[in-house]
Each structure stands twice: as structure tokens, then as C-alpha cells.
């Protein structure tokens, strides 16, 4: 028997696609992402959780409170599941990083690239997956859900999939999106990627 990992991606803020926020304090949720986030709880509702979890950035812990509140349950802070810490990019528009060499080489070698002053995906896959192994742990044969980030759930899947970094482009994990992974023991699989919640 399996614990089913639930790995949700934060609902949408007004700065998204347009600044690489990473570990920017104060990055809530607009309208839309609200909606989103209870659209996400209703979904999640028919998966019985036994618990939630959530990166401690604004965003996560904005979209979890709201799933929180429809699966009755109070959100724990896992972090493991932070953002990528982006050093010196954090904040930066996305319009100001394309044209840097820099941070094309961090988009094409994700295995090996690391942002100025920041963190490698490959130890934010670390910290995820010992992470993912704490709690399927604590909640052996459970559903659970985690709110997190886009490339740190990417992390995750690439490591169940047994993917190079490098190919994080070749799938995408889109905003109040829900991936699920199932662990037992050493072993794991994904189930799904990249539903989109929409009813």
C-alpha cells in the first residue's frame, strides 16, 4: 500500500509570468487566484485527505488556507517545499532576465546551472524529495496534499520519472494545478501531472 501525494501548485498572483518573484515577501493572491484556490478545494475534497501542508511563501499559504477551509483542515508549514531561493534574479522581470546569458544557461542546464547567489534545482530536488519521504513516513497508506511551486514540484517528478533537470521544460506544471504522486518505501510513481482545476 501506497501514501498518495498530492502536489498542488499555487493558485495565480497579479505578478505572474511577468517577475520571477521566487522568495519576494508580500506575493498574494489577485481575484482570480482566490477563485482558483476554492476551485482547488472543492476538487481536493473528494480525495479525503489526512493532511495538508504548504511552502511558507504568501501565495502557497494563501491557496492552502482556502483548500484548508473546504477540506477541514489546518495547514502545516513543510519547508521543504520553498520556492527555489534565486539570489540575485529574485524580483527581476522576466522582459530584464531573457536576453542574460546567465540566466538562458540556467534554462537550458537546470542539471548543473545555478542562479547568482541562489540555489541549485538540484538541491531543492534534495530537500523536496527528503521531504516527500517525511511525510509519506507520517502518513503511511494516507492521501496528503502539498502547496508548492512550479519547479519544485517539477523537481519532484523528475525524480520519480528518474528525468535530468534538464528536460524541466518538456512538461508543464501550470498555476492551481494538481500532480499526484504515489510512495511507499523506497519506491514511487506518478500517477498524474498537470490537472487543471476548472469546476
Known amino acids: 500500500m501506497a501514501t498518495t501525494i498530492f502536489l498542488v501548485r499555487h493558485a495565480e498572483h497579479e505578478l505572474l509570468g511577468r517577475v520571477l518573484c521566487g522568495r519576494m515577501p508580500g506575493v498574494s493572491l489577485g481575484d482570480a487566484g482566490r477563485q482558483q484556490a476554492r476551485q482547488l478545494g472543492r476538487r481536493l475534497q473528494r480525495e479525503g485527505l489526512a ?4 511552502s511558507p511563501l504568501a501565495r502557497t499559504r494563501e491557496t492552502a488556507a482556502v483548500i484548508g477551509q473546504q477540506c477541514e483542515l489546518t495547514a502545516d508549514i513543510a519547508r521543504e517545499f520553498d520556492e527555489i531561493e534565486f539570489g540575485g ?11 542574460n546569458p546567465a540566466w ?32 509519506e513516513a507520517l502518513h503511511p497508506e494516507a492521501s496528503i496534499a502539498i502547496v508548492s511551486h512550479a519547479d519544485v514540484i517539477k523537481s519532484v517528478l523528475a525524480w520519480c520519472l528518474n528525468l535530468s533537470m534538464d528536460f524541466h521544460a518538456r512538461f508543464e506544471i501550470g498555476p492551481a494545478s494538481v500532480s499526484a504522486v504515489a510512495m511507499w518505501g523506497t519506491g514511487a510513481k506518478v500517477l498524474w501531472m498537470n490537472e487543471a482545476v476548472t469546476s
Do not use: C, H, I, K
Not at 493532511?51 to 504548504?54: D, K
Not at 534574479?89 to 536576453?99: C, E, K
Not at 541549485?120 to 523536496?128: H, I, N
Open 51 to 54: 493532511a495538508l501542508y504548504t
Open 89 to 99: 534574479w529574485t524580483g527581476a522581470s522576466f522582459d530584464r532576465l531573457n536576453p
Open 104 to 135: 538562458q544557461r540556467w534554462n537550458a542546464e537546470r542539471a548543473s546551472g545555478r542562479p547568482p547567489g541562489g540555489e541549485s534545482m538540484a538541491e531543492a530536488q534534495t530537500r523536496a524529495v527528503a521531504g516527500m519521504r517525511r511525510l
